[in-house]
């Protein structure tokens, strides 16, 4: 067959000549030029001729000048030819184009395939060399055979009749021998997805069995092949080809075994089959296999322990005291945490439950699952009901299940009974139970452990007692519904998870204490920031009797249309708001009460559910409580320690400190009353002296606010007496002197700015305030600037101050003596306004008649009734009045004085009296 020329010479044929050759195109292309162009007188050469041959000078490559071109011809004749030459190297260039593309698509195709080509030429001449082997041997047997005699050829063919049975026989187990060998990869592989490792194994042990079988070279033994006059190791060369193939599966075969046992799900009998084709395919002793089954489900524990439950929002989490307003996302949480747990308790439990049924002993002379299976692959006894129908495994059993299973009949019976040989007598096919107990209790120890470390951060994202506690009662549940744990491992397990709940629940509390003491400093700053600032809430406390005629604002009729939930929250509220005001509860107060008050409520109502929700652990719930309580009482410390701290920073004696000593009397006031404390201890309160101590800083406070603020009174009241005594007064007064009134009504703003929660300490303030005024109005009497003025007023003032101790009852008998000895003192008979002498009677009914005219404005320095021995006996009239004056209706007469002079008339004020005769 003649060879084409490639692209290639064409190319370098076509490259070589430096142009494009001309002579292929057809005549017709190589026209004259047009008649116009010729001139037929020229003396040169006719043009068609000419330019013929210029064309192929040009084409050979030879040199044309181009000056005696343009000479010899006209412009328009050497276009032309420029113009054929320029479409000759145009389609010559696009078939230089074609060629290269085929000559490397052509170097593509042979680069790639080139050691198929070369396995192809080597078998090509193999298989010539091997036809032209068989036929000369058939050319050989043809001469070699001879014609025998007619006779002799009846009795050869009998004999040789029985010999061709005997040697069918061998070349059909031959045939079944070779056929299970090349059917193994395809067996394996299926097995392998089927999962079915027991039977992967023992099919490759098989094969095994079957190479050797196969390979066997001993001479002597009548079943070998040579014997028969077969070389199967030269004859068949696939044959060990081939076992180098399935050798190969032995390593996947373990190697993925070994990983279906991290399936924490699988069932016992799927673990017992891994275990058991390890022993056999690998030799392991049963103590390997259990190593190797425990090292995988580590690897599953690590899995199950490595998971983050990301429930937690962004952000401190929303405290809800009753319980019902735990949002969707607090759910997520407890769930997904919940779920950690029971994916780590499975996979501890599904283990050591698994490791027990295959390995331990049933007791009462029965052995394990393993040693049962062992026992019936080397005895040729009835397998026992009790084992598992995938347990019961036989090389018969193995080859019924393969696919064309009747060819595997022809093969020896040595081979269809195979058995993988185990010594029952050793050390190896046995595992110790007290070596089975001792790994299994260490490594589910060791699991607990690991599920400790992992579980904190699980617990770390709950924010409440209730919710650790909830996780606690479902895992307790689920190792109490688990019968595959013994009871020793129960015990421990519950004790690390309440280990757990232990410390989280410390955690829980140390964080909440800790925000609760952030919270009070930062709304008792703020509370006396805005005391020194007088913004409105500072206002609002400075007079807190306003605020009780502040109504809050009522639920509007928008809050009742938007849904029933809102109308109960809005009307909750305003109770709410209702209680704070009847109790005396400013703004600043509130808050800051409300910042201890909310904690310690929501830690209170957390460990009530939790007490709910115990199953009985009474121990645990007392270690908890031990926990709590060091922790309650250092919160108790810091926030008394905060208060004495602010109470230090007020100046003793500065009147600008006034509204701040106020307020942290109310505030300590408060504390005492407020169930804080006892929420905050959990109800115990095992020598905690908290109560007292908050106790000793209000009466502290109380103290300095009553020294500041008397002292202050009566700076005043001396100063108004001083200024007095410069105006004419008449040398008699009948009435007090509208300095002490003053004082008084201080006095009585002050008490009312104090303000108590109770009646009894209203009263108890009250009495020590006036007391103290008492003693300070008699010290300042001994001042030689006041002795000297001899104000006519001032035994009036001494006898209604007299007035008012007499009021309080016979508590008061030590001041009212020094008030009697001091006006004896002054002036021992007091002359009225007519020479005559005044009577004790009508000093007692002009001091009566004051103070049931001023018992309204004097209310907070009264008592809440007056005492026996002075009751007034209300008529039938003033009856029904009793209830609201206590101390008398006032005496109706034609000219009403005032009860304190309130302004003071200017020197030129006669002047607008028109028709006044005297004006004093």
Not at 298 to 318: D, E, I, V, W
Request: charged share 20%; proline share 6%.
């Amino acid at each position: 067959m003649a060879r084409r020329p490639s692209a290639v010479s064409l190319s370098s044929t076509a490259s070589s000549s430096g142009l494009p050759h001309v002579s292929r195109l057809p005549s017709s292309q190589i026209a004259s030029p047009p008649p116009k162009f010729r001139t037929p007188t020229s003396p040169w050469p006719p043009r068609a001729a000419s330019l013929s041959a210029m064309s192929q000078q040009a084409h050979s490559g030879e040199y044309v000048d181009p000056d005696e071109l343009f000479t010899k011809y006209t412009v328009a004749e050497v276009r032309s030819v420029q113009q054929r030459l320029r479409c000759v190297r145009a389609s010559f260039t696009r078939a230089l184009v074609d060629a290269d593309a085929k000559q490397e698509e052509l170097r593509l195709m042979v680069g790639e395939r080139y050691r198929d080509l070369l396995q192809a030429s080597s078998s090509i001449i193999s298989i010539a060399e091997s036809s032209k082997a068989v036929l000369d041997a058939l050319d050989e047997m043809k001469t070699s055979i001879p014609s025998p005699a007619e006779g002799l050829q009846l009795s050869r063919r009998s004999n040789l009749s029985g010999k061709d049975d005997t040697h069918l026989k061998v070349l059909q187990s031959l045939a079944a021998h070779m056929k299970l060998l090349l059917d193994t990869p395809e067996h394996l592989w299926r097995l392998l997805e089927k999962k079915k490792y027991l039977h992967a194994g023992w099919l490759f042990l098989l094969a095994r069995v079957i190479h050797r079988a196969l390979v066997r070279e001993d001479t002597e033994d009548e079943d070998s092949w040579k014997m028969h006059g077969i070389d199967v190791l030269e004859q068949f060369p696939l044959v060990q080809r081939q076992w180098e193939t399935v050798a190969q599966f032995r390593s996947q075969i373990t190697y993925k075994a070994t990983l279906s046992l991290r399936e924490f799900n699988a069932s016992v009998e799927d673990i017992c089959s891994v275990l058991l084709m390890l022993h056999l395919l690998e030799s392991r002793p049963l103590a390997d296999t259990l190593s190797t089954f425990l090292s995988q489900r580590t690897r599953s524990l690590q899995t199950a322990l490595s998971r983050n439950p990301k429930g937690t929002p962004n952000g401190h989490p929303s405290h809800h005291p009753n319980g019902n307003g735990i949002s969707h996302t607090r759910k997520t949480v407890v769930r997904e945490a919940r779920e950690g747990f029971e994916a780590v308790l499975e996979v501890l439990c599904l283990t050591v439950g698994a490791a027990r049924d295959i390995l331990r002993d049933n007791g009462a002379g029965q052995p394990s699952l393993m040693r049962r299976i062992l026992e019936f692959i080397q005895s040729d006894s009835t397998p026992e009901a009790s084992l598992p129908p995938d347990l019961q495994m036989s090389t018969q059993y193995l080859l019924g299940s393969l696919p064309s299973s009747s060819h595997f009949v022809l093969l020896p019976s040595s081979i269809r009974s195979y058995k993988p040989y185990v010594d029952l007598t050793s050390s190896t096919s046995s595992m110790p139970q007290s070596q089975l107990s001792d790994r299994l209790q260490d490594w589910f120890q060791k699991g607990v452990q690991d599920l400790q470390t992992a579980a904190e951060s699980w617990l770390a994202d709950l924010q409440t007692l209730k919710e650790v506690w909830t996780i606690r009662t479902s895992v307790y549940g689920w190792v109490d519904g688990d019968r595959r744990m013994e009871d020793g491992e129960r015990t421990y397990l519950k004790s690390a998870v309440d280990v757990l709940v232990h410390k989280q629940a410390a955690q829980i509390w140390r964080s909440a204490l800790n925000e609760m003491e952030e919270a009070f400093r930062s709304a008792l700053s703020s509370a006396l920031s805005a005391l020194q600032e007088g913004t409105n809430d500072g206002l609002q406390e400075i007079t807190p009797a306003k605020h009780l005629f502040q109504s809050p604002p009522a639920p509007s009729a928008f809050d009742a249309s938007a849904g029933s939930t809102t109308m109960v929250s809005s009307f909750r509220k305003y109770e709410s708001a209702l209680r704070r005001q009847v109790g005396g509860r400013t703004p600043l107060l509130d808050a800051v009460m409300g910042s201890i008050e909310s904690h310690s409520a929501i830690l209170h109502h957390d460990f009530q559910a939790v007490c709910e929700m115990d199953a009985g652990d009474s121990q645990l719930m007392t270690n908890l409580t031990e926990t709590y309580q060091p922790l309650a009482d250092q919160a108790c410390n810091v926030i008394v320690e905060v208060v004495s701290s602010s109470l230090a920073e007020s100046r003793e004696g500065a009147e600008t400190d006034l509204h701040s000593l106020a307020f942290l009397s109310r505030l300590t006031d408060e504390m005492c009353l407020s169930p804080f404390l006892a929420d905050l201890r959990l109800g115990v309160d095992k020598g905690s002296d908290s109560q007292g101590r908050i106790r000793r800083l209000h009466d502290v406070a109380i103290d300095r606010w009553r020294k500041t603020t008397v002292t202050s009174i009566v700076r005043r009241y001396r100063e108004a007496c001083i200024a007095g005594s410069r105006a004419n007064h008449p040398p008699v007064s009948t009435q007090p002197s509208p300095a002490l009134i003053q004082a008084l009504v201080s006095l009585s703003d002050a008490v009312q700015t104090v303000g108590t929660a109770t009646q009894l300490r209203r009263l108890r303030l009250a009495d020590h305030t006036l007391k103290h005024f008492m003693h300070a109005f008699l010290d300042i009497l001994g001042n030689p600037d006041v002795v000297e003025l001899q104000l006519p007023s001032i035994p009036w003032d001494l006898k209604l101050l007299r007035k008012l101790a007499d009021l309080w009852g016979p508590e008061w008998v030590e001041i009212i003596a020094l008030f009697d000895e001091r006006l004896k003192s002054l002036i021992p008979e007091q002359p009225l306004s007519n020479g005559s002498t005044e009577t004790p009677d009508d000093t007692d009914r002009i001091l009566s008649d004051f103070v049931s005219r001023s018992q309204i404005l004097f209310a907070p320095l009264l008592p809440p009734s007056p005492p026996p021995t002075q009751s007034i006996k209300p008529t039938q009239k003033d009856r029904r009045s009793d209830g609201l004056l206590l101390f008398g209706m006032p005496a109706v007469e034609q000219q009403v004085q005032p009860a304190m002079e309130l302004v003071k008339p200017g020197p030129r004020f006669g002047l607008l009296l028109v028709g006044s005769t005297s004006i004093r």
